[in-house]
């Protein structure tokens, strides 16, 4: 399917690789235009990367004349436009289910693992490399160890986070769970996670969206 759209990102982005996520569940083609967070201070604070998003974060998608930015306001709106495959489930019910595990994800752990969070911790705090990994150890265990309970005291999942099918839930659990191994946070505690993890890493939208399959990420410019 074409869609024209225009994605502005970073390989290594956690809520760029959740859009990317939900782009190829969709089966919508997209413009890969990476965005570079540390080269150079950040291409994200380049003028006219600002102009386009205020925040200066990525990631942003272009539709058209029409420019949207945060990862979940994104993946609804693609929803609402490309309603199948769905992200959410039918039911109102499972829809706030599904809503509330992937802003678990997105909004009370990434933020606090955010690169210009641990840049201020860094350049600001004066910590070093070992207590800002404690930081981020820290955040994703508390956020994991709620949503690990949620999951598996749901009767509605299933090989995904909710039913059968991959959703937005899956989109934003994923990246966080890259995150996860890339700190070192030890996932046996996590086994729905993890079971869920492995289900989604069979599935080409998930391969397709991953860091080392962008075309910015380190290996793949050699």
């Known amino acids: 399917m074409t869609s024209g759209l225009v994605l502005y990102g970073y390989w290594r982005s956690s809520a760029a690789y959740r859009v990317r996520i939900a782009l190829n569940l969709k089966g919508l083609d997209y413009q890969n235009r990476?965005?570079?967070?540390?080269?150079?201070?950040?291409?994200?604070?380049?003028?006219?990367?600002?102009?386009?998003?205020?925040?200066?974060?990525?990631?942003?998608?272009?539709?058209?004349?029409?420019?949207?930015?945060?990862?979940?306001?994104?993946m609804e709106y693609l929803e609402e436009l490309h309603p199948e495959p769905p992200l959410l489930p039918a039911d109102a019910r499972?829809?706030?289910?599904?809503?509330?595990?992937?802003?678990?994800?997105?909004?009370?752990?990434?933020?606090?693992g955010n690169l210009r969070v641990l840049q201020?911790?860094?350049?600001?705090?004066?910590?070093?490399?070992?207590?800002r990994g404690a930081w981020s150890r820290h955040w994703?265990?508390?956020?994991?160890?709620?949503?690990?309970?949620?999951?598996a005291g749901n009767a509605a999942t299933g090989r995904f986070c909710h039913g059968d099918a991959p959703g937005m839930?899956?989109?934003?659990?994923?990246?966080?769970?890259?995150?996860?191994?890339?700190?070192k946070l030890p996932l046996d505690g996590y086994p729905t996670i993890l079971r869920i993890d492995a289900a989604c890493g069979e599935l080409e939208a998930f391969r397709m969206a991953a860091p080392e399959a962008q075309p910015d990420a380190p290996a793949a410019q050699g």
Not at 58 to 72: E, I, Y
Not at 95 to 107: I, P
Not at 169 to 183: F, G, K
């Open 34 to 74: 990476p965005v570079h967070l540390v080269k150079d201070g950040g291409e994200q604070h380049a003028p006219a990367y600002a102009a386009m998003n205020p925040q200066q974060l990525v990631p942003s998608l272009c539709d058209g004349d029409r420019t949207l930015t945060q990862s979940l306001a994104i």
């Open 120 to 131: 201020y911790l860094e350049h600001e705090l004066g910590t070093d490399e070992a207590l």
């Open 169 to 183: 839930a899956d989109a934003c659990l994923i990246p966080q769970v890259y995150n996860a191994r890339r700190w």
């Open 94 to 112: 499972g829809r706030a289910q599904a809503r509330a595990m992937a802003q678990l994800v997105a909004c009370d752990i990434h933020p606090l």
């Open 140 to 151: 994703i265990a508390t956020g994991f160890a709620a949503l690990e309970a949620m999951l």
